[in-house]
């Protein structure tokens, strides 16, 4: 077996149900989860006729660079969303989701032979990216977060002697868990040291497109051309249909940016097997070319987070994020419980389901900046997470005060 595999840590949700494992949830109130990030408003039903009339795809072996209309239509969206020309032919590739695609660049792009590879990742950061780097033969360096900047990297913390060393560093932009959004002062600092270190940076935007500000998220790409980076050297951009479109079972998204990171990364996928298949194709294709839908969707975010964001900020260290559908919200000091404290006792008393924000981290550079606060996915109908957040404000108004 590969011995690499045993580098790997437990997935967060394993963990929380190891965490759970003992608990009885409360029987007098019905489950209601903000665990898991997993979109549950409906798949528009135009996306669901376009993958039945895809079917026909089924008989034929797809390309591994997909249909021509379907890089166009990614082309065209970029167009559309960031202003931005790119090439349909060697700028843009289909991947079965934003996951695999991540994980498959890591390979693509860490060579272990040359000395003692970093990967630096945002802490806290999606799993994906350490798991991809450890199996890539590369070690995760863990650039922290700042509370005092709405948990914004702190880029300035990592030391000059890491940078020497980075081959690929992760932007997760807007972030997850925290809703941050990386604005044009920080990606031109990232370029610079990209420039200097010949290191590569993948830019995960999947959740760009749930926001609450009149303005949209800035992209990486975007942000490249405005600095005068237009061939987007040594950027690649991830991007999904999952969170945009609530199809999370679609398994489809794509990459963009430098066509010599596409081409090779063309190159890895061909042998890796991960051609999307025809009706998915025909799927995304529709998904993409419509932005109605995304307006639609976007509206029932902003309407759900408007009513539960302020029956939490009384009682948590909680705000309204940049974009994303996580509320990221600090546990109570009163309470003198740590996270995990709060998700079994909350899970108990009200059954509701949180995360707990130190599984979501790693303990590295002096602590972990995920503990003492729980991540709540508001991914339910609005009432659903209406309730669960009424639930949590009475348990912590509930609990005994605990004084230093």
Not at 94 to 119: H, K, M, Y
Not at 196 to 207: L, M, P, T
Not at 302 to 330: E, I, N, S
Not at 357 to 363: C, H, I, K, Q, T
């Amino acid at each position: 077996m590969n011995p690499l595999l045993s580098r790997l840590q437990p997935y967060p949700f394993e963990r929380l149900r190891q965490l759970f494992a003992d608990i009885t949830p409360s029987p007098a109130h019905r489950p209601i989860s903000l665990g898991i990030g997993e979109p549950r408003h409906a798949t528009p039903a135009f996306i669901q006729q376009a993958l039945i009339e895809g079917l026909g795809g089924l008989s034929a072996y797809p390309a591994t660079a997909g249909e021509p209309r379907l890089r166009q239509a990614f082309a065209d969206w970029m167009q559309r969303r960031y202003g931005l020309q790119v090439d349909a032919a060697t700028q843009v590739l289909p991947v079965n989701g934003s996951r695999e695609a991540l994980f498959a660049f890591v390979q693509t792009v860490i060579d272990p032979s040359a000395g003692e590879p970093l990967v630096v990742l945002p802490n806290p950061f999606y799993q994906i990216y350490e798991g991809a780097t450890l199996l890539a033969g590369a070690t995760p360096y863990y650039a922290p977060s700042d509370p005092a900047r709405n948990f914004a990297v702190d880029w300035d913390s990592v030391p000059e002697a890491v940078w020497q060393r980075t081959q690929l560093l992760f932007v997760c932009s807007p972030g997850n868990p925290t809703g941050a959004v990386m604005p044009l002062a920080e990606w031109e600092k990232l370029f610079a040291l990209a420039d200097r270190h010949g290191f590569v940076i993948g830019s995960d935007e999947c959740y760009s497109e749930i926001y609450f500000r009149d303005e949209p998220p800035l992209g990486g790409l975007e942000a490249a051309a405005r600095l005068g980076r237009k061939d987007f050297r040594n950027l690649l951009a991830f991007t999904s249909l999952s969170k945009r479109s609530n199809v999370p079972g679609l398994r489809s998204g794509f990459v963009a940016g430098d066509a010599q990171l596409v081409k090779a990364f063309l190159l890895y996928r061909t042998y890796h097997g991960s051609a999307m298949g025809p009706a998915v194709q025909a799927a995304s294709v529709a998904a993409w070319n419509d932005e109605q839908h995304v307006v639609e969707n976007r509206a029932l975010y902003r309407a759900k987070f408007a009513q539960v964001t302020p029956l939490l900020t009384p009682v948590m260290d909680v705000q309204l994020p940049d974009a994303g559908f996580y509320l990221w919200a600090g546990v109570p000091p009163a309470l003198g419980m740590s996270d995990t404290d709060f998700a079994r006792a909350l899970l108990a008393q009200y059954n509701v389901t949180v995360l707990p924000g130190s599984y979501l981290a790693r303990d590295a550079q002096g602590g972990n900046p995920g503990a003492g606060r729980v991540r709540m996915a508001l991914v339910a109908e609005t009432a659903e997470c209406v309730e669960a957040a009424q639930r949590i404000v009475q348990f912590i108004q509930s609990q005994p005060v605990q004084h230093p």
